[in-house]
Nanobody, 116 residues
Framework: QVQLVESVGGLVQAGGSLGLTCTAS????????VAWYRQAPGKQRELVAS???????DYADSVKGRFAISLDNAKNTANLQMNSLNPEDTAVYYC??????????WGQGTQVSVSS
């Protein structure tokens, strides 16, 4: 009952930056944690970053110091700011929301491609 929509990704050269936005609708009050996952071709889906309603943030080791996740409760959005991108960051990125009653919702996925 939580609907998620990711903004359009895009193409970026190595060393560049890109921001992704996840917009939520539905029973937003029930959301406990928002996270960004990614899946590259031939690889398993992996957790990139997560943030709780209380502000607890976790990052994958591979993106620490480069990515930043944030919530804007007024806009019902979650942002993933990606800096110092490299070709290994190329993947489909998914927004995820977990509710207090353990319901998981997923966005449609958005492609991020890093060249060079």
């Amino acid at each position: 009952q939580v609907q998620l929509v990711e903004s359009v990704g895009g193409l970026v050269q190595a060393g560049g930056s890109l921001g992704l936005t996840c917009t939520a609708s539905g029973r937003i009050v029930s959301i406990h944690t928002v996270a960004w996952y990614r899946q590259a071709p031939g690889k398993q889906r992996e957790l990139v970053a997560s943030v709780t309603r209380g502000g607890t943030i976790d990052y994958a080791d591979s993106v620490k110091g480069r990515f930043a996740i944030s919530l804007d409760n007024a806009k019902n959005t979650a942002n993933l700011q990606m800096n110092s991108l490299n070709p290994e960051d190329t993947a489909v990125y998914y927004c995820n929301a977990r509710t207090w009653d353990f319901q998981n919702s997923w966005g449609q996925g958005t492609q991020v491609s890093v060249s060079s």
